[in-house]
């Protein structure tokens, strides 16, 4: 009988596959049950100074838990039921319900009890209380971002009570209670506080004036609102910090959400998909006649935000190191049980300097986030950790949230296809990453922010660079009169403002690496970042620095 050349290739076909089985892959252990803090020898370093006995204790519990496998499926469950909204009841009746998987509120509990959003305010006297802070958000932002938009919005927005002592005696007790109360009830019957920000617009810009929700001044220190806000993370808080516009200009007020004053005034017109941060709701609101408590003076509202602001930039800096860390760690763990042409995929050159160079970034970020938080403890004691708290903030904003979204790519790429798919920690890291940059304000207003606080006093640039000197030695003084002089163009220059945030982030970045990390680490820094052109593809390390040694510190072996 004729046979057909189909007939052909599928009977030999069928005996290839008979006789020679193809082998799968052996399974690499499951990236879980890691203590995220034991494992992290450049967090440890750039805390040495504020840690004791017991607060090593303490991030080691918080490390372990935010680590384990646990953690990392609650945090999964979150991210694969976000928020929904319930318009309107059985009868018809509107009734704005956001219905939330317990998992996030898990979520929310865990960080709200481990003083999230207000440890670094509560009394004490050691100066460490922002470090303290910023090492438990860097440990919680490794599993998950969403939820912490919400405690990071509650912690900044306590700011803004120093201008109104009435309220802030109401409202701070409340938030530093540790408890996460979540029933929507008026404040007088809540165990526990957490407050938005509803500052966005449809059309909002770097132009912070330009702000199209009405405000009345009403019965002397109320606002009354009309308009709406876009992309309020957490839409069902307690209370809402809204800046809208007065005779007199932008005027800040807190806006409790449940009180009886506000009865069917706030209203939820649409859930926002903004591409990651799955496990939050982020949403467009309606204010129609809702009346909150003035802060500070009527058309005074950039000014009651700009600590507001900074705090979150100091934030999203901190969340931003965390997110990157994961994701290295992800990549390496992969690397190092994942076979390619016969060896394992760290023991081949390019992937193994690809990997060296994402950890190396990675640590700049954690030594940055926290020497910027080292500066918050001692800016009432040191003109220079002033200076850098009020400088560095902004530049290692700008820095950390351009570059971070790369760096979760860069590692999605390198675990491969598995890592795309939107539920993998990989590709959630990645969107999380993207998303975040976006909700403390854009890159560009940060580094705006920064030039401007430089034309309005040029010595704290100086009190900045001397501190940052200190550390970076005699021999990187070029590096500190470069920054100098490109900071006093930028003042008078706009267009320079990116270049001068990326250069001082950069300095600060490698001045933090100088003073807590091995000499190797920071000059491997200092060569591939400063002194030469760096390039946005990572991998490009060179001969001169030992891949597996800086991989090795950076990222230790299970």
């Known amino acids: 009988m004729h046979k057909t050349m189909d007939d052909t290739l599928n009977r030999r076909v069928g005996i290839r596959r008979a006789t020679e089985p193809v082998s799968s892959p052996a399974r690499p252990p499951e990236y879980a049950g890691l203590n995220t803090f034991a494992s992290d020898p450049v967090l440890a370093a750039t805390l040495d100074s504020a840690l004791d006995e017991a607060g090593e204790d303490h991030l080691k519990a918080i490390g372990a838990y935010w680590g384990s496998a646990e953690a990392q499926e609650v945090a999964r469950i979150a991210a694969a039921c976000p928020p929904q909204l319930r318009r309107t009841d059985f009868d018809g009746y509107r009734v704005d319900q956001l219905e939330i998987h317990p998992a996030y509120h898990a979520l929310m509990n865990r960080s709200v009890t481990a003083g999230l959003a207000s440890s670094a305010w509560e009394d004490g006297d050691d100066r460490r209380q922002h470090r303290m802070r910023a090492a438990v958000l860097y440990l919680t932002a490794q599993c998950d971002r969403g939820h912490l938009t919400q405690v990071c919005a509650t912690h900044a927005s306590v700011a803004a009570l120093a201008y109104a002592s009435d309220l802030e005696s ?13 029933k ?9 506080a957490t407050i938005t920000l509803a500052l966005t617009e449809r059309d909002s810009c770097a132009d912070r004036s330009a702000v199209a929700m009405r405000g009345e001044v009403v019965a002397g220190d109320r606002l009354r609102l009309a308009g709406d806000k876009w992309f309020v993370c957490a839409p069902a808080a307690d209370v809402a910090l809204v800046l809208a516009r007065t005779i007199e200009g932008p005027t800040a007020a807190m806006v409790p959400r449940y009180g009886p004053e506000n009865a069917d005034t706030i209203t939820i017109e649409a859930l926002r998909d903004v591409g990651g941060l799955a496990s939050q709701a982020v949403a467009s609101l309606s204010f129609q006649g809702a009346t909150g408590r003035i802060l500070g003076e009527p058309g005074r509202g950039l000014h009651v935000l700009r600590d507001v602001r900074t705090l979150l930039q100091l934030d999203s800096t901190i969340v931003a190191a965390g997110a990157m860390r994961a994701a290295v760690g992800r990549a390496v763990h992969h690397a190092r049980y994942r076979e390619s042409f016969g060896k394992l995929l760290v023991s081949h050159p390019l992937h193994a300097r690809l990997l060296a160079d994402l950890a190396l970034e990675s640590a700049a970020h954690t030594a940055l986030a926290m020497r910027v938080a080292a500066g918050f403890d001692q800016a009432f004691e040191r003109d220079g950790d002033h200076a850098l708290a009020r400088l560095v903030t902004p530049a290692a904003r700008f820095y950390t949230m351009t570059v971070a979204p790369q760096v979760a790519l ?40 920064l030039v401007m606080q430089v034309d309005r006093d040029k010595a704290v640039l100086q009190d900045a660079l001397g501190e940052l000197g200190a550390d970076l030695g005699n021999a990187n003084a070029d590096l500190i009169e470069d920054t100098l002089e490109l900071g006093e163009r930028a003042a008078g220059d706009a267009s320079l403002a990116r270049a001068f945030a990326e250069q001082l982030a950069m300095v600060a970045a490698a001045s933090a690496m100088r003073r807590n990390l091995p000499r190797v680490i920071a000059d491997a820094y200092i060569a591939t970042r400063l002194r030469e052109r760096f390039r946005a593809g990572f991998g490009t390390l060179d001969g001169r620095f030992d891949a597996a040694a800086i991989l090795d510190f950076i990222v230790p072996e299970d």
């Not at 007790?173 to 109360?181: E, F, G, I, N, Q």
């Not at 929507?184 to 526990?192: D, I, Q, T, Y």
């Not at 990645?430 to 976006?438: E, I, S, V, W």
Request: proline share 5%.
């Open 184 to 192: 929507p009830a008026a404040l007088s019957e809540k165990g526990g």
């Open 170 to 182: 109401e409202l701070f007790p409340l938030v530093a209670t540790r408890r996460y109360d979540r």
């Open 410 to 449: 860069a590692c999605t790429e390198a675990i491969g296809g598995a890592a795309f798919d939107a539920l993998h920690p990989a590709a959630r890291l990645h969107a999380d990453l993207t998303a975040l940059a976006q909700w403390d304000g854009t890159a560009n207003e940060a580094a705006m922010d």
